[in-house]
T-cell receptor
Framework: NAGVTQTPKFQVLKTGQSMTLQCAQD?????MSWYRQDPGMGLRLIHY???????DQGEVPNGYNVSRSTTEDFPLRLLSAAPSQTSVYFC?????????????????FGSGTRLTVV | AQKITQTQPGMFVQEKEAVTLDCTYD???????LFWYKQPSSGEMIFLIY??????QNATEGRYSLNFQKARKSANLVISASQLGDSAMYFC???????????????FGQGTTLQVKP
């Protein structure tokens, strides 16, 4: 099925460990982004990309790295996990929907990764 | 800086009644887009409705409608004829930046948990 695929769905890390959250989309969307969701704070933007080879920081980028070597993939790397990074992570992709009177961004979210750092 | 505020952490509604979820926003842009998403207990983000700042009419999608008051900078979601399956977290979000500089970034509110009582 077309969409945004996130892996893994669940992960437990020890403090100081590293890992990569994977995100892949097969819709040829130009924009991709990573959010974290914490109770009472909604979703906050970590990093985003407007195309292959182009990434930029969002609201809460510290402790995370990203790269975008292809249009399809946008992995999120935690280099040294900390308990403060315990959260639910969502990857999203979007493209401009030019079929509307005023073009809008059509967003698709992955199913999320629940990460616990102990 | 752009900001979304949802002041209702939790709401209750009786089945078959209508409910309004509040959302106010702050932006200096003339062109922006407002989204509502539903997040059931399973965790996925489900798109409900979109309102563009230049849209002449309030958006409607089935039982969902958006009460858009531009001068007050509010974009409240109205759910008519509530169903038990409407119990979920609801997020208001805004596309950041003017239309000509699409980056795929969204700013989210804190969310409102809606409980529908039988």
């Amino acid at each position: 099925n077309a969409g945004v695929t996130q892996t893994p769905k669940f992960q437990v890390l020890k403090t100081g460990q590293s890992m990569t959250l994977q995100c892949a989309q097969d819709m040829n969307h130009e924009y991709m982004s990573w959010y974290r969701q914490d109770p009472g704070m909604g979703l906050r933007l970590i990093h985003y990309s407007v195309g292959a080879g182009i990434t930029d920081q969002g609201e809460v980028p510290n402790g995370y790295n990203v790269s975008r070597s292809t249009t399809e993939d946008f992995p999120l790397r935690l280099l040294s996990a900390a308990p403060s990074q315990t959260s639910v992570y969502f990857c999203a992709s979007s493209k401009t929907d030019r079929g509307r009177k005023i073009p809008i961004l059509d967003y698709t979210f992955g199913s999320g990764t629940r990460l616990t750092v102990v | 800086a752009q900001k979304i505020t949802q002041t209702q952490p939790g709401m209750f509604v009786q089945e078959k009644e209508a409910v309004t979820l509040d959302c106010t926003y702050d932006t200096s842009d003339q062109s922006y887009g407002l989204f509502w998403y539903k997040q059931p207990s399973s965790g996925e983000m489900i798109f409900l409705i979109y309102q563009g700042s230049y849209d002449e009419q309030n958006a409607t999608e089935g039982r969902y409608s958006l009460n858009f008051q531009k001068a007050r900078k509010s974009a409240n979601l109205v759910i008519s004829a509530s169903q038990l399956g409407d119990s979920a977290m609801y997020f208001c979000a805004m596309r950041e930046g003017p239309r000509g500089s699409n980056t795929g970034k969204l700013i989210f509110g804190q969310g409102t948990t809606l409980q529908v009582k039988p």
